[in-house]
């Protein structure tokens, strides 16, 4: 069983910033992949941005040059400084992990979400 917790959602006028930070814990042994999607309202779930164990890293063409993901691998989190916010980025944001447990076993985890509302 994977946790993750996600923190550093809220409400921010365009052009300005957040960072959201993503804990995760539990049986790890290794995690393969994290990053985050986000949902808005009335809209499938989309990929943000996602970075592996070697730190390689992919971005939504929607985000690329704005946001930044990163990953502390000592303490199982990854972050996501997000800058020039626009309105169309409103969205719950998700944490995701992809992980081996103790025993090899894998597992597909998300975070219960946290909100960004983008607004003036």
């Known amino acids: 069983q994977v946790q993750l917790v996600e923190s550093g959602g809220g409400l921010v006028q365009p052009g300005g910033s957040l960072r959201l930070s993503c804990a995760a814990s539990g049986n790890i042994f290794r995690i393969n992949l994290m990053g985050w999607y986000r949902q808005a309202p009335g809209k499938q779930r989309e990929l943000v941005a996602v970075?592996?164990?070697?730190?390689?890293?992919n971005y939504a063409d929607s985000v690329k040059g704005r946001f930044t993901i990163s990953r502390d691998n000592a303490k199982n989190t990854v972050y996501l400084q997000m800058k020039s916010l626009k309105p169309e980025d409103t969205a719950v944001y998700y944490c995701y992990a992809d992980t081996e447990g103790d025993w090899g076993e894998t597992s597909e985890d998300w975070g219960q979400g946290t909100q960004v509302t983008v607004s003036s």
């Open positions: 970075i592996t164990t070697g730190g390689s890293t």
